[in-house]
Structures are given as structure tokens and as C-alpha cells.
């Protein structure tokens, strides 16, 4: 008993003292500029009493007791400030400071040497600020605290922004104010660079780490001085810059996907994949035999993978009496992902009766990502006027991927779900790709005089894609009474493919400023060229097996047991899809900016002349097996700026821009696909868009914005991929590329970030209407009773664009524990997946929520420990078509609605557990 009278007691005193103290808050501000001061220490002297301002510049120090105190600041970029003061019982005292800028920072400041935080927040709220187009900026810090290991997963933050996903729920390509992928381009520090991909020119985002970048920036407008080959956007990727002093910085993880505790993961030894075919080992003579194609490929395993690895290291320092600044830098990721997917065949009877469902096919994918870069920068200052950098990067993601699937005939075989029978068909396909990008570029500043400036940069570039021995190995099967047996084997294939893209390219950029009074005007002039060559390659074996009526688990237990006869020993390399193109492009430029107190003028005017040709290697009676397009583009833009107040920007913007046909696209290929016939198109033209923005921008705080814009695009032959009729044999489809006419695009952006002390939000909305008429296909019923198809045209919204796209994320910043933690919401709407050729079969994506968390602490010993939780809601990727056929009723996996299910893939939730030290 006398144990709980002193616990009691003890309670007693606490409570007393906690009603009896006082409290102090205040807001820290800069002396020059008015803004919050963050992160500064407040302590009050003789005691352990103490704070760290806010987002906001707030702090508060609650229970002091009744009596005068001293409160001192310290920061290293303020001159410490002390402050006395005077507290009595239960009283909140408010206190307003002004801090000076540190004296030795005063003297950096006027230093040519010193330089921003290129990777902090603060950074990229002044720079959107300043910029003289409309863009949006993502700081590394911002990355680094993400839940995000990618970049095209942090772009997907930015307003709007909507990414499309690979077959593991990675994102993969960026869709800017619902303009696909195809109408964007990608920049490294400032080059584009070219993709990897085997047909098109946009460069998949997923194969650069984000923790090599000091920051993401999306371009919405551009300005004469950027190429014109954008309708919706330009993101240019700022990576890690040479320090000022030593810096060392390195972190590593491990996680775990759930999909995986769920069930095994489908693997294969992908290092004894053969890297040749055997037409380019021996010869376009050699016949190949069955003994050409090794068993590994179809050597499957099914175990638990191993945790997950990622890890990045960056060291950088100055020599030479500060002249020469050097950073290394390096990050290796080691992922296992997949899905489980369920996808239905369809066919077109009659229109009006909708679509019919023919298979279903429950896909579950397994794939080994191994993403790593590397990224060296160096620059030299040969003095205050002159600099030369020299930047080195390469990028390489392998992806080892066994996709099996199960397919259940829904119109043929005797399907009776009520009593357990179906036709199957089992389909087992093991993928390797390697994508790799390697870029290098010297670069030079010349301060001439006071006036007049020079800038100049080298370029070399190459992307490579190789998809080696792509193996398809097929099965039948039947269900009886529910019980499911695999029996003989299909006709199986081999094929191997593989392109390069590589550009050779120089840049000149001449400025001269003038003042003409107090108004500064610059005017800039150059241009650029560049020499781009893609090869492409590509051989496909098609397999029979040499004993068709051996039974599986009877004649044969593993795929690797089955004999095969090859039915075209030299392959199909007498393909369309063997090819060498060519592009070269020469651009110049005149630009002005004018600059007053409270208004910017930037226009001028951009020329771009293309020759853009193929050559087909092997051609098999097409048309034309070698063509090529010239064309000349003049591309003006205007730009203003007007600044009624200091935080304040009103910007309207006007830039004309285009986008090029890929390089595949204009080649007259054809491919059998799985689905459909895909054909390229020698007669597609280029896309000329006009674009509008207005944009109202507050910037009450240094890491806080509100901006309010609309935009509108008027594009001329929009580029789409559509489902088409074959003019001489009408029973045929094929899928292939097409201009239609004219098109538009609009829509509102609204961006708000916020802090409250040491809680943030995030929020970014927009609005997007499109509109494009194409051709549609309509299969009715005749008076006669017969089937015919006419023809009709349909509007509908431009591919990939979605109507609501939307982020939300709450922050928690406390720097005196040294933890960030965010919460981060994003929301896209229904958008476009397929399209069909048959008037309303669009196929369509569904809205989706995803849902990602992180938390990160850091210690003062510069040790930080984080979390990562991407995906938490498991929301599934659906995709739909808007009508229902009565003979789909009862189908599996449909649900009751207007709406038929074509496709809906699970990812499940990844979770990642890492330790950071930078020093």
C-alpha cells in the first residue's frame, strides 16, 4: 500500500506542475525577405528545454515554470539570436523574432563559388517560382522521404500527371494533361535521350532509380531555346550535382512483396539464356536443329523468392583549390514482383448484342527486376567565367519474367460450369529483357564579356534492348467433374529480338544581354543537331513437338522433357521487323527575354527540319521497303510573366509544338500478335498542336505554393492506334497507327501545398476533356437476317486521357526528432485502354485509388532508418467495356451492371525496411 500512496503522490506533483506551467510560442522569420526561417534550434538557456521551428517557422515549448528566462537560436545559416523573457503560471507567452543572416553566409552569397541546395524544397519552390514557363518540380528531398523507388512512381505526384503500369504494377510511362506517353519526351541535365524501347520513342521511366536524382521537373510549356517534339510535356531529370565539400552519402533495404506469401514464385535460370539465336551464330545458312535451343528456358522452377535488395552510394568532393568538383554515384536494385491477372477473349457477332466473352485466361506473372545506375559528374572551373562539365550516366534494367497462364474455353469444348467441364489450354512463356541507356555529355560556359555568353554541349547516346530467347511452351488440358488435367503438348516457338537506338548530337546556345534603362533584355540564339541511327532484329522459330500425343505426367513430367522437330529452321528473319532507321534533325532558334520589375517577356521563334527514313532488310513484297519523310517546322512561342506582388506570378503562355511518327511506326510491318494483326503505316504524319496555358501562382512561404491553371491544346493528325478494317480483305482487323483529323484538349490544375508546423499537405487535382472522332465499325443484322457491317464515326475522349487525376498526401516534419512521415493518396479516373473498332467497345480502365505510406528517422550521428509501404489498399487494375451481352450472363467473374469485366490484375502490397548515413 505504500508503494501506490507514492505513486499517487508522484501523479499528484505531475499534474500540479503541468497546470501551474507556462508556455512559449513564437514564429522565426527572416529579416531580409519576411519568410519562415525552418529547422532552427530554439533552447532556453540552463535548462533541457528546447525546439526546432516548423514548416511554417512556428515552435513551442510547453511546462516551463514560473520565472525569467533567456531563449537563445542557433542555425548555421543565421547569427545566433537571444531573447529574454518572463513566464508566470499558466500564461502562453507569443513571441515574433527576425533573424539575421549569418555573416560568413553573407559573404557565399556574393561568392561566385557558392551555390543552392539544388535537391531541397525550398530549391524547387524558387525555381517554379522564377522559372519563365509553367512547370512543376519535384526536390530530392521530396524523393527521398517517398514512398517511391522510381521515377516514372514519382512522377505520378506531380499535378497533372497520370502513369500508365508494366505487368507488376510498376509504373512505367507518363501520361501529361491526358496526352499519352507518344506526345512526351524524356531530358537528362537538359539532353534528350533516346529509349530502349523496340518500337516507339518515349523512354520507360522505370528504369531510372530515384535516389540518383537531385530533382524531377516537368516542363508544361516550352520556350524556343527547348525542341519543339512536345505536346504534352517535357520531364527532365536533374541528377546529382557536384558538391561544394565532402559529401558521403549511402542507404540500403530489404522488403517483401505479399503476392509472394500467397504463392510461389515461377522462376528459370535466365544465365544460361542463349544470347544469339542460332541464325546469327552460324550463319543465314544454317539450319537450326533442336539441340540449337538449350534447356533452361523451359526449366521451371516454383519456390519463395528471396527479400528484396536495394542500396545506393554517393561520394563527391572538391580538388585542385575548389576548381574541381567530382561526384560518384550508384544505386542497385534487386526486386521480385509479379500479379495474378485475369483476362477474357472476346468477339464481335453482333454489335447491338454486344460483345461475347470466348476464353478466360488467369494469368500469374513472375518477374526479377535488377535495376541499377551509375552516374558520374565532373566540372572543372577554369575561372569566374568559364566552366566545363563532363557527365557520364549509364542505366540498366533486366527483367527476368515467366508468365503462366490457364485458359478455360467459354463457347467451344463442352463448357458446363454447373457440372465441372471445360476445354483447357495451358500456356507457360519465359521472357528476358535487358534495357540499358548509356549517355555522355561535355558541356562548356563562356562568359565572354559582360554581356555576351556562350554555352555548348557534346552529345553521345545509345539505348539498347534485348529480349533473348523468348520461349512460349503451350499444353491442352480438359476439366471433368472439376478435376483438371494437363494432356498434350501445342505448337511452341523460340524468338529472339533486339534494337538500338543511338544519337550523336551537338548544342549551341549564344546570349547577349542588353538594358535598355531599368529593363533587361537578353536575346538568345542557336540550335542543335543531331544524327540518330535505330537498328532492329528480330527471329522467331516455331516449335512442334516431336511425339504429339505423349501425355503430361504420363510420357513426361517437366517441360524440359518434351522433343521438338523446328518447322522453319532459319527462322523468320525475312521479316518486316528487320530494319535500320535514320533521323537527323537540325533546329536553330531566336529567342528574347524581356525582365522589368514586375513583368517578364520570353518569346521567339523555333525551325525544325526532319529526315526521318527505314530501309527494311529483308522485304517480302511490300510497297515500299524503303522510304523516308522531310519535312520543316517553324514553332513560335510567347511567355508572360506579370508579378503584382512579391509571391505572386500571373503567367499566360502560348508555344506551338509537334510529334514525330516513331521510327517503327512508318516501317509497313506486320506481326501476328495474340489478340489481333498489328501493321505499321508509311503514310502516318506528324501531330501539330497549338497550346494555351494561364496560371495564377501564390507563394505565401518558401516551401508553400497555391496554383490555379487551365490549358488548351488544339492538335492537328493526332496519332492513335485504333482497330481497323482491312480495305481489300474486309473480314481482316489489325491494329496500327493513324492521323484523324483534329483534336482537342483542356482542362484545369489546381496545386496546394501547405504547412502547419510540423504537418504538410500535398494536394493537386486536374480536370481533363478531350475529344477525337474517328472511324468505327457497326456488324448488324440486315433485313435479310444476315450479318453486315457499316460504317459510322464516334468521339471519344484521346487515348490514356483520364477526366480526374488527383494527389493528396499528409506530411509530418519534426526536426527535433529528425522524422518525416507521409501518407500519400493518388487517384485516376476511368480512361481508355483499348481502342476498338467497333462503335462503343472501347475498352476502358477504371478509376483506381492507390494508397503508399513512408516513415524516416533520422539520428544526429547523420544515421537515418526508413520505411517504404507501397500499395496498400491491393487496389486492382480493372479494365471494362460499357455494354453487357446476354451471352455473358453467366460468365465467370462478372458482376451484376451494365458493364462487361475484360481484365483485372492484383498486385498486393511491397514493403521496404532501409538504413541511410550521409555524412
Known amino acids: 500500500m505504500i508503494y501506490k500512496k507514492y505513486i499517487y503522490l508522484a501523479v499528484f506533483l505531475l499534474v500540479s506542475l503541468s497546470l501551474n506551467a507556462g508556455t512559449i510560442k513564437g514564429k522565426l522569420l527572416e529579416a531580409a525577405s519576411g519568410e519562415p526561417a525552418l529547422g532552427v534550434v530554439i533552447s532556453i538557456e540552463g535548462t533541457d528545454y528546447h525546439g526546432v521551428s516548423g514548416m511554417d517557422g512556428t515552435f513551442v515549448i510547453p511546462n516551463l515554470k514560473t520565472g525569467s528566462y533567456r531563449l537563445v537560436t542557433r542555425h548555421i545559416s543565421y547569427t545566433v539570436l537571444q531573447k529574454e523573457f518572463t513566464i508566470g503560471a499558466n500564461e502562453t507567452v507569443q513571441l515574433e523574432l527576425s533573424l539575421e543572416t549569418a555573416e560568413n553566409l553573407k559573404l557565399n552569397e556574393v561568392a561566385v563559388l557558392g551555390k543552392k541546395d539544388g ?107 527547348m525542341e519543339g517534339d512536345a505536346i504534352g510535356g517535357a520531364i527532365n531529370m536533374v541528377m546529382k550535382d557536384a558538391p561544394d565539400r565532402f559529401t558521403f552519402s549511402a542507404n540500403v533495404s530489404t522488403g517483401y512483396n505479399e503476392l509472394f506469401m500467397e504463392r510461389k514464385f515461377m522462376g528459370y535460370d535466365h544465365r544460361s539464356v542463349r544470347q544469339e539465336s542460332p541464325y546469327e551464330t552460324n550463319g543465314n545458312q544454317y539450319n537450326a536443329t533442336p539441340s540449337d535451343f538449350t534447356k533452361p528456358a523451359v526449366d521451371y522452377t516454383s519456390k519463395s523468392p528471396l527479400p528484396n535488395l536495394l542500396g545506393s552510394l554517393a561520394i563527391g568532393n572538391r580538388y585542385l583549390n575548389n576548381k574541381l568538383g567530382v561526384l560518384l554515384a550508384g544505386s542497385y536494385q534487386n526486386t521480385f514482383r509479379g500479379s495474378n491477372s485475369l483476362f477474357f477473349d472476346s468477339q464481335t457477332v453482333d454489335t447491338l448484342r454486344g460483345e461475347t466473352l470466348t476464353k478466360m485466361n488467369e494469368r500469374q506473372y513472375s518477374e526479377q527486376q535488377t535495376r541499377y545506375g551509375l552516374h558520374a559528374k565532373m566540372d572543372y572551373r577554369i575561372n569566374e567565367k568559364h566552366k566545363i562539365q563532363f557527365y557520364n550516366a549509364f542505366m540498366s534494367l533486366t527483367n527476368v519474367q515467366v508468365r503462366d497462364v490457364k485458359s478455360t474455353q467459354l463457347t467451344i469444348g463442352g463448357y458446363d460450369p454447373a457440372l465441372g467441364n471445360a476445354t483447357l489450354d495451358y500456356t507457360t512463356r519465359s521472357r528476358l529483357t535487358k534495357q540499358q541507356i548509356f549517355n555522355s555529355t561535355l558541356q562548356g560556359k563562356h562568359q565572354l564579356t559582360g554581356k555576351f555568353a556562350v554555352q555548348w554541349s557534346a552529345v553521345y547516346s545509345k539505348a539498347t534492348n534485348e529480349v533473348p530467347d523468348n520461349t512460349t511452351v503451350p499444353l491442352l488440358g480438359i476439366r471433368r467433374n472439376f478435376v483438371e488435367t494437363r494432356t498434350t503438348v501445342g505448337d511452341g516457338s523460340r524468338r529472339w529480338e533486339h534494337n538500338s537506338d543511338r544519337d550523336l548530337a551537338g ?378 451481352s446476354p451471352a455473358n450472363e453467366n460468365a465467370p467473374g462478372q458482376k451484376d451492371g451494365n458493364t462487361t469485366l475484360m481484365r483485372r490484375d492484383y498486385y498486393q502490397r511491397s514493403y521496404l525496411l532501409g538504413i541511410r548515413y550521409k555524412f
Not at 517554379?128 to 517517398?146: F, L, P, T
Not at 514519382?154 to 497533372?160: D, H, K
Not at 524501347?197 to 531510372?208: A, C, G, M
Request: cysteine-free.
Open 119 to 225: 535537391a531541397s524544397d525550398h530549391t524547387a519552390r524558387s525555381m517554379e517560382r522564377n522559372a519563365s514557363q509553367v512547370m512543376n518540380i519535384v526536390s530530392g528531398k521530396a524523393i527521398q522521404i517517398s514512398p517511391d523507388l522510381t521515377v516514372a512512381n514519382v512522377i505520378q505526384r506531380v499535378s497533372g500527371v497520370s502513369i500508365e503500369r508494366n505487368s507488376n504494377g510498376d509504373g512505367q510511362h507518363a501520361i501529361l494533361r491526358g496526352m499519352d506517353k507518344r506526345y512526351n519526351y524524356t531530358l537528362v541535365n537538359g539532353v534528350k535521350i533516346p529509349s530502349p524501347d523496340n518500337k516507339y520513342r518515349y523512354v520507360p521511366l522505370d528504369i531510372f532509380p530515384s535516389d540518383l536524382l537531385d530533382r524531377l521537373e516537368v516542363y508544361k510549356a516550352l520556350t524556343p531555346a
Open 507 to 884: 548544342y549551341l546556345n549564344l546570349s547577349y544581354t542588353m538594358p535598355i534603362g531599368d529593363i533587361q533584355v537578353e536575346w538568345t540564339a542557336g540550335g542543335l543537331y543531331r544524327d540518330k541511327s535505330r537498328s532492329n532484329f528480330y527471329n522467331n522459330y516455331q516449335l512442334r513437338p516431336s511425339r504429339p500425343f505423349d501425355q503430361y505426367g504420363i510420357d513426361f513430367t517437366e517441360y524440359a522433357q518434351i522433343g521438338w522437330v523446328v518447322q522453319n529452321p532459319r527462322g523468320s528473319v525475312a521479316s518486316a521487323l528487320n530494319y535500320d532507321a535514320t533521323e537527323k534533325i537540325i533546329a536553330g532558334y531566336a529567342q528574347f527575354k524581356v525582365t522589368s520589375e514586375q513583368l517578364e517577356i520570353l518569346g521567339g521563334i523555333r525551325a525544325e527540319a526532319t529526315d526521318q527514313g527505314y530501309k527494311m532488310l529483308f522485304p517480302i513484297g511490300e510497297d515500299r521497303p524503303e522510304a523516308s519523310q522531310v519535312y520543316t517546322d517553324l514553332l513560335p512561342s510567347l511567355h508572360l510573366k506579370y508579378k503584382p506582388e512579391e509571391n505572386v506570378n500571373l503567367r499566360a503562355s502560348y508555344f506551338r509544338s509537334l510529334n514525330r511518327p516513331g521510327f517503327f511506326e512508318i516501317v509497313p510491318y506486320r506481326i501476328v500478335q495474340e489478340e489481333y494483326q498489328e501493321r505499321g503505316n508509311a503514310d502516318l504524319k506528324r501531330a501539330i498542336a497549338d497550346n494555351i496555358d494561364l496560371r495564377y501562382e501564390l507563394f505565401p512561404k518558401p516551401s508553400e505554393q497555391l496554383m490555379m491553371g487551365v490549358f488548351y491544346k488544339h492538335i492537328q493528325d493526332p496519332i492513335e492506334y485504333t482497330l481497323q478494317r482491312d480495305a481489300n480483305r474486309g473480314q481482316d482487323v489489325y491494329y496500327a497507327p493513324g492521323n484523324f483529323g483534329n483534336a482537342t484538349n483542356y482542362g484545369l490544375e489546381l496545386d496546394y501545398i501547405k504547412y502547419f508546423r510540423v504537418i504538410g499537405i500535398k494536394a493537386n487535382y486536374t480536370y481533363t476533356h478531350s475529344k477525337i472522332t474517328t472511324p468505327k465499325s457497326r456488324r448488324i443484322r440486315n433485313a435479310g437476317g444476315d450479318l453486315e457491317t457499316i460504317n459510322t464515326d464516334q468521339s471519344r475522349p484521346l487515348y490514356g486521357q483520364s477526366a480526374h487525376v488527383g494527389n493528396l498526401s499528409v506530411l509530418y516534419k519534426n526536426a527535433k526528432q529528425g522524422i518525416d512521415a507521409q501518407l500519400a493518396g493518388s487517384y485516376t479516373g476511368d480512361r481508355i485502354n483499348t481502342v476498338s473498332q467497333f462503335l462503343n467497345n472501347d475498352l476502358w480502365q477504371k478509376g483506381f485509388v492507390q494508397l503508399d505510406a513512408s516513415l524516416e528517422k533520422n539520428f544526429t550521428s547523420g544515421l537515418g532508418i526508413f520505411l517504404k509501404a507501397n500499395n496498400l489498399l491491393n487496389t486492382p487494375m480493372e479494365v471494362y467495356m460499357k455494354n453487357r
